[in-house]
């Protein structure tokens, strides 16, 4: 796997190489942390939102207010336990409200996380750096979203994927597609053997409207135009599926 921060040194020259393009075209990176967890035994997702209902409240005492937040349980997913599995996803619009969020988290929040880890456990946690390459029409909501690992081809460069993004989403528009997506660049906490360079996350509405971008992709020459301006991009893998509850939505920024 290529280094992430390799990756954004990339975009950050291109950007220094044409400030005045880059500052129009080239969006901001935020910062993730994802868990995935498993429900203990005997607890319900009943049970996670009354401690996460307590978190919002010590959350707004503490002042965490750029913070979003979803929990995520399996749709379409391989070797899932659907009754057990569930995760955490959380996002902040930069790096440094990230850090307030954790520095905040591990100085004042161990007796709540007491009770979060009653209900679940969690295996793993890890950060990434992220574009919101197709950002939301509005603000934070509960979702269906859908991860890919994707890895670039051989001599790819950002710019080469930027320029795709952009046709993409120019088609996307023009077939009044309403998904959101991110581009997320792997930093802490991600698997040592992992090959991919990047995730991409989907994010939409419903089950409904997924069915009908579905629709357009198998039915309507989505896949041929996906080929045509991505295939000699990237390649992805299977894309796994999640319920997307939104547990808080922090303000913008």
């Known amino acids: 796997m290529k280094h992430w921060i390799n990756t954004l040194l990339s975009l950050f020259i291109i950007a220094a190489m044409s400030p005045a393009h880059a500052q129009q075209d080239m969006p901001q ?35 965490i207010d750029a913070y979003s937040a979803w929990v995520l349980n399996p749709i379409f997913k391989a070797n899932a336990d659907f009754v057990r599995e569930a995760g955490w996803f959380g996002y902040a619009p930069n790096f440094t409200e990230m850090g307030k969020v954790m520095q905040t988290w591990m100085t004042k929040g161990q007796k709540l996380n007491e009770r979060f880890n009653k209900v679940w456990t969690c295996g793993w946690h890890s950060e990434a750096a992220t574009m919101l ?25 950002p710019a080469d994927m930027m320029a795709a993004t952009a046709k993409w989403n120019a088609y996307l528009d023009e077939q009044e597609v309403g998904a959101a997506i991110g581009y997320h660049f792997p930093g802490h906490g991600n698997p040592t053997d992992m090959t991919a360079d990047m995730k991409i996350s989907v994010w939409r509405p419903s089950l409904e409207s997924y ?35 939104l547990v808080r939505a922090g303000q913008a920024q």
Request: hydrophobic share 35%.
């Open 29 to 63: 990176m935020a910062a993730i942390e994802s868990w995935g967890c498993q429900m203990n035994e005997g607890q319900s997702m009943s049970d996670l939102m009354k401690v996460v209902n307590d978190w919002n409240e010590w959350s707004d005492d503490n002042g």
């Open 133 to 157: 390459v197709r950002p939301p029409a509005d603000g934070p909501s509960s979702a269906v979203v859908s991860f890919s690992d994707c890895t670039l081809n051989e001599g790819v460069t």
């Open 211 to 245: 069915g009908r971008d579905a629709d357009l992709y198998v039915n309507g020459g989505g896949r041929q135009i996906d080929d045509a301006i991505f295939g000699q991009i990237m390649s992805c893998d299977s894309p796994r599926m999640y319920a997307a509850t």
